[in-house]
């Protein structure tokens, strides 16, 4: 069982960053695939970024692509998210997830956070 928390969001107005953080309780987050999705009032909820177990890999969506930076903390159990150049289309509940085995863009992951929320103000 892995329990997730995210933090880090909040009201940014455009061009600005945020660094979204996720932690995640269970001995075995080092084995886990982690990954980031967004939804928006309105929309289906969408991939954004992902990280293996090792971080040496990392997937990113072509909306953030350039603007987002996904890492992992495997000894404090935390993956991270930081967002530049910040968009009002950027607005959204960020959720966190993790599973040990998935197609990382795929949102099949066992594993949600409640989200934290990021406003984009124009």
């Known amino acids: 069982q892995v329990q997730l928390v995210e933090s880090g969001g909040g009201l940014v107005q455009a061009g600005g960053s945020l660094r979204l953080s996720c932690a995640a309780s269970?001995?075995?987050?080092?084995?886990?695939?982690m990954g980031w999705f967004r939804q928006a009032p309105g929309k289906e909820r969408e991939f954004v970024s992902a990280?293996?177990?090792?971080?040496?890999?990392?997937y990113y969506a072509d909306s953030v692509k350039g603007r987002a930076t996904i890492s992992r903390d495997n000894a404090k159990n935390t993956v991270y998210l930081q967002m530049n150049s910040l968009k009002p289309e950027d607005t959204a509940v960020y959720y966190c997830?993790?599973?040990?085995?998935?197609?990382?863009?795929?949102?099949?992951?066992?594993?949600w956070g409640q989200g934290t929320q990021v406003t984009v103000s124009s």
């Open positions: 997830a993790a599973d040990p085995r998935v197609n990382a863009f795929s949102d099949m992951y066992n594993y």
């Open positions: 269970g001995h075995t987050f080092s084995r886990y695939i």
């Open positions: 990280i293996i177990w090792s971080g040496r890999s990392t």
